[in-house]
């Protein structure tokens, strides 16, 4: 776990280098790093969605990600963390921004290669040196995003402890299932969810994306749903 918690400390101290780089900010400013920021995010998300092998993976997961996420909203129930939170720190008044700094930044920090291979590592051998490397990447990423975004970045914090710690204590049951086709799928679904924030960062969109979550949980199973397909039918495979 050292990995992991060093992960959350470099966003914690990073965020909170961002917020107070903000308060020095005018708003003209801040308009224009968001735009950028959000552009930056869209060309992460683009980057992510190539590593997947199988487009039709992405199009059913993503499907059946949006049909569960909508029934249970998942978007609402984000939102209302994010007025939890907002009220907590006395910002009520800027619940959305909460919310929304809390999703983007949580996606970015725990969509990706890096994460599922560096927890597996991490939890098998002991080896958290891809955790260690991410922990820098996530500093710099979260001084950015706060320094944006606000104080919804530092919750995400709280996530990162949560997903990654999860993945390091359950390694030795998820290595086996978690191939690195596989991997690679999730990360296509988590990162077109990435590339829709951009969207959303940049202001031409309003996705709600936390809606498609459940698209992680199916990506895999699709996976290996067509491989196993695949034995009987070779289009599939």
Do not use: H
């Not at 801040?30 to 683009?46: K, N, P, Q, R, Y």
């Not at 909460?98 to 599922?116: H, K, N």
């Not at 978690?178 to 077109?192: K, Y």
């Amino acid at each position: 776990m050292p990995g992991v918690l060093v992960n959350v400390a470099t966003v914690i101290i990073g965020s909170l280098i961002g917020l107070i780089m903000k308060k020095g900010i005018k708003q003209k400013y801040s308009d224009a790093v968001m735009i950028g920021l959000g552009l930056c995010t869209v060309c992460i998300g683009i980057s992510g969605m190539l590593k997947g092998e199988n487009t039709l993976v992405a199009i059913i997961s993503m499907v059946l990600g949006a049909i569960v996420g909508t029934l249970i909203d998942f978007d609402k129930r984000i939102n209302s963390v994010g007025d939890f939170l907002s009220k907590k720190v006395g910002n009520s008044s800027d619940k959305s921004s909460v919310a929304q700094g809390f999703v983007t930044a949580s996606l970015l920090f725990c969509i990706g290669a890096m994460t599922i291979v560096g927890s597996l590592e991490a939890g098998l051998k002991g080896d958290c040196t891809t955790l260690y490397t991410k922990a820098v990447l996530d500093f710099f990423s979260s001084m950015m995003l706060s320094a944006s975004l606000g104080i919804g970045v530092i919750f995400a914090s709280l996530f990162v402890l949560v997903f990654q710690g999860g993945l390091v204590l359950l390694s030795g049951l998820l290595a086996p299932v978690l191939s690195d086709p596989a991997i690679a799928e999730i990360t296509c679904v988590g990162s077109l969810m990435i590339f829709a924030l951009g969207l959303n960062l940049t202001g031409i969109t309003k996705i709600k994306v936390a809606n498609f979550f459940p698209a992680l949980v199916f990506a895999p199973l699709i996976y290996y749903g067509f491989e196993f397909l695949g034995r009987f039918i070779p289009a599939l495979a």
